[in-house]
């Protein structure tokens, strides 16, 4: 059993940055690992996902530029780095892991293990 344990929401100006961390003991064995939100009203949004095996990421076109997805602490750690933030980026913001046999495809996978989520908002 996977237990993500997210921290670093906040609230932020709008061109502000935030970093949200993720940390499970089970991160450093390959698995896939993302950041997904959901805003009040809106459906669930993938942003950023990371293979942990060899570090490979994908991300929403929305964020693209302005969001970074990284390991750290002995691969137990998965952070984002959310620079440049703007109003549109507020949301509940979830961390997920998927079971290790669903293999390297982050972008399709189903995630099975979630986070309790924290918040992110960003003012005008």
């Known amino acids: 059993q996977v237990q993500p344990v997210e921290s670093g929401g906040g609230s932020v100006q709008d061109g502000g940055s935030l970093r949200l961390s993720c940390a499970a003991a089970e991160f450093k064995y390959g698995r896939c690992v993302g950041w997904f939100r959901q805003a009040p009203g809106k459906e669930r949004e993938g942003v950023a996902r990371?293979?942990?095996?060899?570090?490979?990421?994908s991300y929403a076109d929305s964020v693209k530029g302005r969001f970074t997805i990284s390991q750290e602490g002995a691969e137990n750690t998965v952070l984002l780095q959310m620079d440049n933030l703007k109003p549109e980026d507020s949301a509940m913001y979830y961390c997920a892991a998927a079971h290790q046999w669903r293999g390297r495809d982050c972008t399709t996978t189903r995630y099975d293990f979630w986070g309790q989520g924290t918040q992110v908002t960003v003012a005008s």
């Open positions: 990371i293979y942990t095996g060899n570090g490979g990421t």
